[in-house]
């Protein structure tokens, strides 16, 4: 008798719009359909608000993507209705093991997935019985870590100057945790006479329109560009000198990876354990951010050196521990 293959939903965004989670689940499902047997595997991909078409395929395994404490405990008890195995990525390095939703779901999960070592320890702190794995957000089968198929439009590529190093700041939308913003647009802005005495010129990458441009440039030093469209990253990455994350938390930033893929350097706050190859500064000192950006606009002819990425194997071996052993 031929042996169904398994199925799995993969539950969250895809782009557009790009964001971090958005381009994990899209480069997992890339990886995915690229290297798992068709024979063995199905996996497919659904929103939220898509449960019930989800629920109707039956899937074997349910991973779910989810942010906030009481979606995960509500999903996990849905998928377990289902009778399906459920396993859940954490993005961020907070994971709050008193929060209800949250013990809910390591309670009735087989599995979490976790990107940084931060939320890998909370998680071990609440004494319950779960398989923890580290798996890197991009993988070295998936597409996302190849050259950019499209080219940044014209109108954007004639704004960006060529006379000056360009560095790039990203946020996905505008929010803050524990009191603090959590791209650091504010923090680079009060800092834009000292980057522009290094000759950088700033971009601030903004697909949700979330900052005020004057907002951005308060001192009007007037090295900034403010661009509100949602590019291709990789695409973007071609006409900037440094790649920068000064992020107030963080998960395992897939833009990091991206930029060393490129061969940028990359400077980041150390509020997380960051992948090798990039420079760090103390979070929230700017003396010391002036300091490594001019250790990392040094580095003009950097070597290409890929990020040290899992193989989607890895992922597929943890999908295989749970369904041998669910929650």
Same mark, same amino acid.
């Given at each position: 008798?031929?042996?169904?293959?398994?199925?799995?939903?993969?539950?969250?965004? &895809?782009?557009?719009?790009?964001?971090?989670?958005?381009?994990?689940?899209?480069?997992?499902?890339?990886?995915?359909?690229?290297?798992?047997?068709?024979?063995?595997?199905?996996?497919?991909?659904? &929103?939220?608000?898509?449960?019930?078409?989800?629920?109707?395929?039956?899937?074997?395994?349910?991973?779910?993507?989810?942010?906030?404490?009481?979606?995960?405990?509500?999903?996990?008890?849905?998928?377990?209705?289902?009778?399906?195995?459920?396993?859940?990525?954490?993005?961020?390095?907070?994971?709050?093991?008193?929060?209800?939703?949250?013990?809910?779901?390591?309670?009735?999960?087989?599995?979490?997935?976790?990107?940084?070592?931060?939320?890998?320890?909370?998680?071990?702190?609440?004494?319950?019985?779960?398989?923890?794995?580290?798996?890197?957000?991009?993988?070295?089968?998936?597409?996302?870590?190849?050259?950019?198929?499209?080219?940044?439009?014209?109108?954007?590529?004639?704004?960006?100057?060529?006379?000056?190093?360009?560095?790039?700041?990203?946020?996905?939308?505008?929010?803050?945790?524990?009191?603090?913003?959590?791209?650091?647009?504010?923090?680079?802005?009060?800092?834009?006479?000292?980057?522009?005495?290094?000759?950088?010129?700033?971009?601030?990458?903004?697909?949700?329109?979330?900052?005020?441009?004057?907002?951005?440039?308060?001192?009007?030093?007037?090295?900034?560009?403010?661009?509100?469209?949602?590019?291709?990253?990789?695409?973007?990455?071609?006409?900037?000198?440094?790649?920068?994350?000064?992020?107030?938390?963080?998960?395992?930033?897939?833009?990091?990876?991206?930029?060393?893929?490129?061969?940028?350097?990359?400077?980041?706050?150390?509020?997380?354990?960051?992948?090798?190859?990039?420079?760090?500064?103390?979070?929230?000192?700017?003396?010391?951010?002036?300091?490594?950006?001019?250790?990392?606009?040094?580095?003009?002819?950097?070597?290409?050196?890929?990020?040290?990425?899992?193989?989607?194997?890895?992922?597929?071996?943890?999908?295989?521990?749970?369904?041998?052993?669910?929650?």
């Amino acid at each position: 008798m031929t042996k169904k293959p398994l199925k799995v939903a993969v539950v969250g965004p &895809t782009p557009p719009p790009s964001g971090g989670v958005a381009s994990y689940i899209k480069g997992l499902m890339q990886a995915c359909r690229l290297i798992s047997p068709v024979d063995e595997w199905r996996f497919r991909n659904y &929103t939220w608000y898509k449960l019930v078409e989800l629920a109707l395929w039956q899937p074997d395994i349910i991973h779910y993507n989810f942010s906030r404490s009481y979606k995960r405990g509500i999903s996990t008890v849905l998928g377990r209705l289902m009778r399906s195995a459920v396993v859940h990525t954490i993005h961020g390095d907070q994971f709050d093991v008193t929060k209800f939703g949250n013990r809910i779901a390591l309670r009735f999960s087989s599995g979490v997935i976790v990107l940084n070592d931060s939320a890998f320890s909370s998680i071990l702190s609440a004494d319950i019985s779960i398989r923890v794995e580290k798996i890197s957000p991009m993988f070295s089968e998936s597409q996302c870590v190849r050259s950019p198929s499209v080219k940044l439009p014209m109108k954007i590529a004639q704004l960006i100057p060529l006379n000056r190093k360009c560095m790039l700041v990203y946020a996905r939308s505008r929010g803050a945790i524990r009191g603090q913003e959590i791209y650091g647009f504010e923090f680079i802005a009060g800092l834009l006479p000292s980057i522009s005495n290094l000759g950088f010129h700033v971009l601030y990458l903004d697909p949700s329109n979330a900052y005020n441009s004057l907002a951005l440039d308060p001192q009007g030093v007037g090295n900034t560009l403010h661009i509100v469209e949602d590019l291709d990253f990789r695409a973007l990455l071609e006409y900037v000198s440094v790649y920068v994350r000064p992020t107030a938390s963080d998960g395992n930033s897939i833009a990091i990876l991206e930029a060393l893929d490129a061969g940028l350097p990359v400077l980041c706050s150390d509020v997380v354990d960051r992948p090798s190859g990039t420079i760090t500064y103390k979070y929230g000192c700017r003396s010391d951010f002036i300091s490594q950006l001019k250790m990392a606009a040094n580095q003009k002819d950097s070597i290409k050196r890929p990020p040290q990425l899992d193989s989607i194997s890895k992922y597929i071996e943890f999908l295989e521990r749970a369904i041998d052993e669910p929650g």
